[in-house]
């Protein structure tokens, strides 16, 4: 401040001195006798030029003032690609307004012996509201209104008062599946692979997490009510609850070995206790990507319930290298099961895919999706970005429980699909997405196997 205020003088004073100059010259002109030339002006003394500048200097520090306490009082309003904000001028309230909307596809092929109704949807409508209060706490709320139903995906309160150790208050998506934990908005293909049915979604609970050392590790240990595989939550029907925890690193992020700052390698976890009854089994039920079930266990009225402890594992990784991408997991979820009046099997059932991405058009690959150097817009040469994507994953169902706690004619034991697809960003938040993808089953019908699904969806997706 100070220096700002001897400079801001020095240019009051040399002004000064030029309008004095400036007025002397004027008045020397006439040449008045017993002056000499380049004299003060008469009267003039340097007394009244002081006092000038330090009129002139304090209007100018006043202007100054003013500037700055208005800069202090007025929000910074933005809209662009990745929302609409505003947020105050220290930085310590914001509102943001963001989301997606997903309009969907689905053709079936072949299925005449199960048949599916080809249909258009609104698979997701997303609109999120997250704002900032006091610099440190923030709320995030999602709801859904796809596919004709209203859910609260998202809701939670973030404390933020230690940069690498956060807490998460409400629901959230539960950290353990690689892709389930990758947004919606993101996915290379329009719907997640087989892995992901053996992974929470939603759970309510806390949650501590962070990403010390620049991102290079990062971690999430909390604990929630718990719920069933691919199943969210807004409530517990018994006192027991889930432990979950996530670790996963960057090993050679900010090292220099620019080839491998894409790796990321880590594994989820969770362990719980599932209590359910004849009315609420608290088991799950796994789906195709036609979003058909392929598996359930039997109803409740055959006395098949959850009883006992509940383990997940799932090691994870990608690797990103210029418009190469690579993806992986695996899931191994553990349940015990009883049948009335004393069967009781600890069921295990797992899961994998692979997958690889690449842009046709030179744009990076990354978790988060990509940004299209080249934007298409009508008159210009731009055309956006050019995505191809190969996928293979599997589930496998335990065989103890068949026939005991699932039926054979009715659920597949296992589930095989490869699935490819084509993706066209038009820009950062317009994408139009194909993908065709083929599953077989090992059992599930009456007589043999369930029948191959064949199955093309289609998605436009517009997100802010």
Do not use: C
């Amino acid at each position: 401040m100070g220096s700002i205020r001897i400079a801001g003088r020095f240019m009051v004073f040399v002004t000064v001195l030029s309008m004095a100059a400036g007025a002397g010259s004027l008045a020397f002109a006439d040449e008045t006798p017993g002056v000499a030339a380049g004299s003060p002006a008469p009267g003039t003394s340097l007394e009244e030029l002081d006092q000038k500048v330090r009129v002139l200097e304090r209007k100018w520090e006043i202007e100054q003032e003013t500037a700055a306490a208005k800069a202090k009082a007025t929000p910074f309003v933005t809209a662009g690609k990745n929302g609409f904000s505003i947020r105050s001028a220290d930085g310590s309230y914001e509102l943001k307004l963001n989301g997606y909307v997903q309009a969907d596809g689905r053709f079936f092929f072949g299925d005449d012996a199960q048949p599916r109704t080809d249909t258009f949807l609104l698979r997701r409508v997303r609109p999120k509201i997250e704002w900032t209060v006091a610099k440190y706490v923030s709320f995030r709320i999602m709801p859904d209104f796809g596919e004709g139903k209203t859910s609260l995906q998202d809701a939670y309160i973030d404390f933020a008062y230690i940069p690498y150790a956060k807490l998460r208050a409400g629901k959230f998506k539960s950290p353990v599946g690689l892709e389930r934990l990758q947004s919606a908005s993101d996915l290379r293909f329009v719907e997640r692979a087989l892995p992901t049915n053996l992974v929470p979604n939603r759970d309510i609970g806390f949650l501590l997490y962070g990403e010390p050392w620049g991102g290079a590790l990062s971690y999430a240990l909390g604990v929630v009510n718990g719920v069933p595989d691919l199943a969210s939550g807004d409530g517990d029907n018994n006192d027991d609850k889930d432990g979950v925890a996530r670790l996963f690193v960057h090993p050679f992020r900010g090292t220099g070995i620019g080839a491998f700052k894409g790796l990321g390698l880590g594994v989820g976890a969770s362990y719980g206790n599932r209590q359910g009854s004849t009315t609420d089994q608290n088991l799950p039920s796994y789906k195709s990507a036609g979003q058909q079930t392929f598996f359930k266990y039997r109803n409740g009225t055959d006395n098949v319930y959850a009883d006992g402890s509940s383990v997940r594992i799932s090691p994870q990784g990608y690797f990103y290298y210029g418009p190469l991408g690579l993806f992986g997991e695996y899931v191994r979820s553990t349940q015990e099961v009883r049948k009335l009046p004393s069967t009781v099997r600890k069921l295990t059932n797992t899961a994998w895919q692979a997958a690889a991405y690449y842009v046709l058009t030179g744009e990076d690959e990354s978790y988060k999706g990509i940004d299209p150097k080249r934007p298409f817009e009508p008159g210009k040469s731009g055309w956006g970005a050019f995505e191809i994507a190969a996928r293979y994953s599997t589930l496998r169902v335990d065989d103890d429980a068949f026939p005991t706690f699932a039926d054979l004619t009715k659920s597949a034991s296992k589930a095989a699909a490869w699935a490819g697809g084509l993706n066209w960003y038009l820009n950062r938040n317009v994408k139009i997405a194909l993908t065709y993808e083929e599953t077989k089953f090992t059992s599930g019908a009456t007589i043999g196997d369930r029948e191959k699904e064949k199955v093309l969806l289609s998605r436009l997706q517009l997100s802010y």
